[in-house]
């Protein structure tokens, strides 16, 4: 059985910074992860990554404050203090580790706009930021010669003694099953945008780590937090990066005004992305739409500045709807995108299974409260990929060697071939599409009752339907029909979160809209959802949000 | 129809067969040529990788050569084809670079304005005088035959600059044109490959094997022959076959190799020999026989 | 619209043999040929193996050959294909080997990128960034834009005839690393990669540049790091003699002196190279192929040779 200090599940930025710093503090590392780092979903991100530079007159106070009412007050302000002020740092490693930041005119690291920020701190590689950054910490990966499994799904955590012990997992190559001991584990497996549909993830965010911590006995937050992106494509979903409007573009709807001016006076198009959504999909049913969607309108910036700095949108324009963003508007609409809620963590990314630890969007310190802001994301997986290791070196100090029960893998192997020998059945692909649809019409941008008892209803049939699933694939080489099995386990058990996270929060606040309650009421819900699984079924409980230095008060854009 | 001829260097220097055979074959096509005595050589990449601009510049004076004669280039090899495309579509689309190369061009009373169409012999067959007209040129039936295609990279490759969005039987011109003659065109994996030209000078061992690979998985396919637009491909096809096939352990060199023209010569009739097919170094004695007793 | 999908299958699991499947789908007429396979390995065939995730040709994994040329299926419309209706032909990747049907190894791929150093080498300065023009660093966008699909190496003439060839991928990832003005060891960088499997091997084939689903361009990477190879002082290579020898050949003619570049670009002390050579050439003569002894000259051929003069003089004051 293989053997680490440090097991981080999960090769995204999150996974792959944390790994980075794991190395230099001396620890035996490795990283396990379902696809290659650079297929990770980080690389999607396009915008930019926030930082408050203060030797440039930039006040890391004033980020704060602008994620904190991002978050519609929800965010644990101490936590948003830890990464506005590591910020800076962070973004001075990156260009030390050689990413490819925008300049400004004298040679200096440039900035973009972006969602609700007045002033201009997000750091961008054109828009492909994300992979840029991504590409850079496989880079260091390479560097440092980090261990990883690649290509190995990870199925089930272990705990000994209450505390964390390792995890089994298969190489999905050979279908060879394994454990791995590890003296702590660091959850950095991204969101869960595929038990949407459509959304704007990719079809590797099934919330794996989620479920994983569930099943471990650790707490999930403020699930019902689901961010709805201002402009995806219809259909499939892809994303449209928040740069386009951080570069100027405009909203408009099928009469061609700028309606923004409507609902965020101030910000306009760089309101935050719920108050942005909410007012598109408002045009929309109340028939200022075409086809379910408004428009994106690029035209004025250009198509020199368009190619410059936006290629990647451009890109994805021409290639999946044939429109040249300098000559037409396109067409877009609300889209699943990014979950806030998730594995509850402190300050350092610590879970309360002694040993196991979250970061990324998998994680909920909270930082994003009820919504996040744009360019955030990256930030805090740096951020807290990072405090996540330093973390664990006490930890890993602090404890001796964990002996696993060769039990649980003769178990785990015997759970898989179960699931193999099922007989004929309903494909995984037909009740996760089941479940896509109705998690998106019960838990949409808008909200109530009924749409969540819908959601709550479906998702209790999902369940019930999950034992007639079969694989049809019996394999053991790259078998994906198993792969997309378990992943529909973990999303369920996600779903089932979310559902009960929505159905608790009785009061709209950010991200989560209520049409029968539609006012925020701090009084009663100033308080983070708690999700927790007993063995048998879900339990809601609640915490206080960390208030330091700014009061809450109205949020307006 | 009357074209700016642009033989190319090695037409005239390693390969004067080919220079012939074409000249044979457009006096029956009823093409008439004004050769560009002025054109430089292209360059061939080569210079590029040195000094892109002056390989630009030369090229473009070619174009703008041909501007002033008003009429739309022909070339008979495939690298200078795709050169020559290559730079007119870099200054077709760059309106700055093409007025600094346009300063250049004045000191000798040149200007270029991007008029000029470049078109390789095989695709002036196809499109200029079409497949059905040329087939009642031919005198022989070829059927029976079967013969593999060999493109030359630079023919197919970069598709933006050489008009396959247009003309999207370029892709498959080669494959059209040995089909028109009524032999078969050879199924094999090299046919857009590389011929390893380039680097027979730098790296002898890898271009051998891919004249190895070719001229054996075509031979193995059952190609009587290999015909090539280009004069680069058919030097390393042809003069590094016996090499190349003994080195890589892929039999002997019994693969002739054809120049464009001469395929469209024999179909027409005219005598091997006058097109120059027993000049290569890989014998086309067998193959010559094989053929007169078609006519036979 | 219906989509007609032949797929090449291989299962080690059941045999070594590979074998073609055929595919009917009914899919929405903008979809994509990931739609299509996707659509069947969900509905009809949950055996077919293929690597995807992002649908938005950002992650690099779906690149597979569509009629016989490496593509990202995720952004290659059905109609783009096959606008009649006609059989799609989806294959592995060239180049790579198979692990099952449409999933190829990608050991060999993650190799050579890390055989090129793949990491900026510079002192790291914690206070604050390293000051750099935003020309060089958006100049680097293009080889940045690479996202390591494997398309380029599924296509590459060198590769598939030596699988030694560091590779279009590797090569272009190593030239944003010379390019960076931050990276300290470029030309150590280059020394390394004007050595054998490094630059040279190149056959400048353009297949590379053809495939290249986000225009990264590696060929001509590669030829602007034999010219910077040169620049910084490499020459000891053929290929260096050889672009040298073209030069002068222009220079002087106008039009290319064969003889002479062959003889110059083998090397005029390479005894062994110039006996083979003349085997070659003694050949030709007889068969009169031999180049003339003066190239065939342009007219007006002192019109070509100053331009060629004067554009190298200023090339030589730029660097």
């Known amino acids: ?557 | 129809m009357k074209f700016a001829f642009y033989p190319g260097c090695v037409a005239r220097g390693a390969a004067p067969e080919l220079y012939k055979s074409t000249m044979m074959v457009v006096d029956k096509l009823g093409i008439e040529l004004e050769e560009i005595e002025k054109a430089a050589c292209t360059g061939a990449g080569v210079l590029q990788e040195k000094n892109q601009k002056l390989g630009d510049v030369l090229n473009v004076r070619t174009l703008a050569l041909a501007e002033q004669m008003d009429l739309p280039i022909m070339t008979i090899c495939s690298t200078c084809q795709g050169v020559i495309s290559q730079a007119n579509h870099r200054v077709v689309n760059d309106q700055e670079y093409l007025d600094e190369i346009n300063e250049e061009l004045a000191k000798e009373d040149l200007h270029y304005s991007g008029k000029t169409e470049v078109k390789h012999l095989l695709w002036i067959l196809l499109e200029d005088i079409g497949v059905e007209p040329l087939q009642k040129m031919f005198n022989i039936d070829l059927s029976g035959f079967n013969f593999a295609p060999f493109y030359g990279c630079y023919l197919i490759r970069p598709s933006d600059a050489l008009g396959m969005t247009k003309n999207p039987k370029r892709k498959h011109s080669l494959d059209i044109v040995i089909e028109s003659t009524g032999a078969q065109s050879t199924d094999y994996a090299g046919k857009t490959r590389c011929c390893g030209f380039p680097i027979l000078l730098i790296n002898q061992k890898n271009s051998l094997k891919m004249v190895a690979k070719h001229t054996g998985d075509a031979k193995d396919s059952g190609a009587d022959a290999m015909v090539t637009p280009c004069p680069l491909c058919h030097l390393n096809l042809d003069g590094y076959q016996a090499k190349a096939r003994k080195q890589n352990k892929r039999g002997k060199a019994d693969l002739p190799i054809l120049h464009l023209p001469q395929l469209i010569g024999m179909a027409m009739g005219l005598d091997p020999k006058e097109l120059g097919i027993n000049k290569h170094l890989v014998s086309t004695a067998n193959f010559i026989k094989s053929l007169k007793s078609k006519v036979a | 619209m219906e989509a007609l999908i032949k797929v090449k299958r291989y299962n080690p699991e059941e045999s070594e043999d590979t074998y073609f499947q055929d595919y009917s789908v009914d899919v929405a007429e903008d979809s994509t040929i990931l739609d299509s396979l996707i659509k069947i390995r969900e509905e009809q065939d949950g055996t077919l193996s293929l690597r995807c995730s992002c649908r938005a040709s950002i992650c690099g994994s779906c690149s597979m050959r569509v009629n016989g040329s490496a593509k990202l299926v995720c952004k290659t419309r059905v109609k783009e294909i096959s606008p009649d209706g006609e059989i799609i032909t989806v294959e592995p990747m060239g180049n790579f080997k198979v692990i099952k049907d449409l999933v190829t190894e990608m050991d060999s791929f993650w190799s050579k990128m890390k055989s090129i150093d793949p990491y900026v080498k510079t002192s790291f300065e914690p206070e604050a960034e390293h000051i750099a023009s935003n020309e060089s660093m958006t100049h680097l966008l293009g080889v940045m834009n690479c996202i390591m699909c494997g398309a380029c190496v599924s296509e590459c003439t060198a590769l598939e005839v030596d699988s030694t060839f560091t590779g279009p991928a590797a090569l272009a990832k190593a030239y944003r690393f010379v390019a960076d003005p931050r990276d300290e060891e470029a030309n150590s960088r280059l020394g390394k990669l004007n050595e054998n499997t490094g630059v040279w091997d190149c056959t400048r084939c353009l297949a590379c540049v053809e495939v290249c689903p986000k225009d990264v361009a590696p060929m001509e990477r590669i030829v602007k790091m034999r010219d910077l190879a040169i620049e910084e002082g490499y020459t000891n290579t053929s290929g260096y003699r050889h672009t040298e020898s073209f030069n002068d050949s222009i220079k002087k003619h106008g039009r290319l002196d064969e003889t002479r570049l062959a003889l110059e670009s083998t090397g005029l002390l390479n005894i062994t190279g110039l006996i083979d050579l003349a085997k070659i050439g003694i050949k030709s003569l007889f068969r009169g192929k031999l180049p003339p002894i003066l190239p065939h000259r342009p007219k007006d051929m002192k019109k070509v040779t100053s331009i060629a003069e004067r554009l190298d003089n200023q090339g030589k004051e730029e660097e």
């Open chain 1, 1 to 557: 059985m293989s053997k680490h200090d440090l097991l981080i599940i999960g090769a995204g930025l999150a996974g792959l910074r944390a790994a980075v710093e794991g190395v230099r503090q001396g620890l035996n590392v490795a990283v396990i992860t379902k696809v290659h780092p650079v297929r990770s979903h980080s690389n999607a991100a396009q915008g930019g990554i926030n930082a408050a530079l203060t030797d440039r007159g930039d006040d890391w106070r004033d980020h704060a404050f602008s994620t904190i009412k991002g978050s519609d007050y929800l965010a644990d302000q101490d936590a948003v203090e830890v990464m506005c002020r590591e910020a800076g740092d962070a973004i001075i490693e990156l260009e030390n580790m050689g990413v490819i930041f925008s300049r400004d005119d004298e040679g200096k690291l440039g900035t973009r706009a972006f969602g609700g920020q007045k002033k201009a701190r997000t750091y961008f590689v054109g828009a492909i930021t994300g992979s840029a950054l991504l590409h850079v910490l496989y880079e260091q990966s390479v560097k440092y010669n980090l261990h990883i499994y690649e290509e190995w799904f990870v199925t089930k955590l272990i705990k000994e003694d209450g505390r964390i012990a390792g995890a089994i997992g298969f190489d999905i190559k050979t279908g060879q099953m394994e454990m791995i001991s590890a003296k702590a584990v660091v959850l950095a497996t991204g969101g869960a945008g595929r038990v949407f549909e459509p959304s704007t993830n990719a079809l590797i965010c099934t919330g794996d780590g989620l479920s994983l911590a569930m099943q471990a006995g650790v707490p999930l937050m403020d699930t019902e937090m689901i961010q709805y992106h201002p402009t995806t494509l219809a259909g499939n979903g892809i994303l449209l990066s928040e740069a386009a409007r951080g570069d100027g573009a405009y909203l408009i709807n099928s009469e061609g005004e700028r309606f923004m001016e409507k609902y965020a006076p101030e910000y306009m198009e760089l309101a935050s992305r719920d108050v942005v959504s909410r007012a598109e999909q408002t045009e929309i049913d109340e028939g200022r739409g075409v086809d379910g969607c408004v428009f994106l309108d690029l035209r004025h910036l250009g198509k020199k500045f368009i190619e410059d700095r936006l290629g990647y949108l451009q890109e994805v324009a021409l290639e999946f709807r044939g429109i040249d963003l300098s000559e037409k508007p396109i067409p877009i609409k609300p889209g699943m995108h990014y979950i806030m809620g998730g594995i509850k963590t402190d300050l350092n990314g610590a879970t309360n299974v002694p040993g196991l630890y979250a970061a990324g969007e998998c994680a909920n310190v909270s930082v994003h409260g009820a919504n996040r802001l744009g360019a955030n994301s990256l930030l805090d997986t740096i951020v807290f990929g990072r405090r996540s290791a330093i973390e664990s070196v006490e930890y890993i100090k602090s404890v001796k060697d964990v002996e696993i029960d060769p039990k649980e893998l003769s178990k785990e192997k015997s759970r898989i071939q179960s699931i193999l020998d099922r007989p004929k059945g309903m494909r995984s692909a037909e009740l996760r599409d089941k479940m896509g649809s109705t998690m998106t019409k019960g838990i949409g941008v808008w909200r109530d009752t009924d749409s969540i008892n819908f959601a709550i209803e479906g998702m209790k049939n999902v369940r019930g339907q999950l034992s007639n699933v079969y694989v049809e694939n019996k394999g053991k080489v790259f078998n994906t029909d198993l792969t997309s099995y378990l992943e529909l386990e973990f999303m369920v058990d996600v779903a089932e979160s979310i559902c009960q996270g929505a159905n608790a929060r009785f009061e709209s606040r950010g991200a989560h809209f209520r049409t029968d309650v539609t006012t925020r009421n701090d009084k009663d819900w100033l308080k983070h959802t708690i999700v927790e699984y007993n063995g048998e079924e879900l339990n809601t409980t609640s915490e206080k949000v960390t208030i330091t230095d700014w009061e809450p008060t109205e949020r307006v854009y």
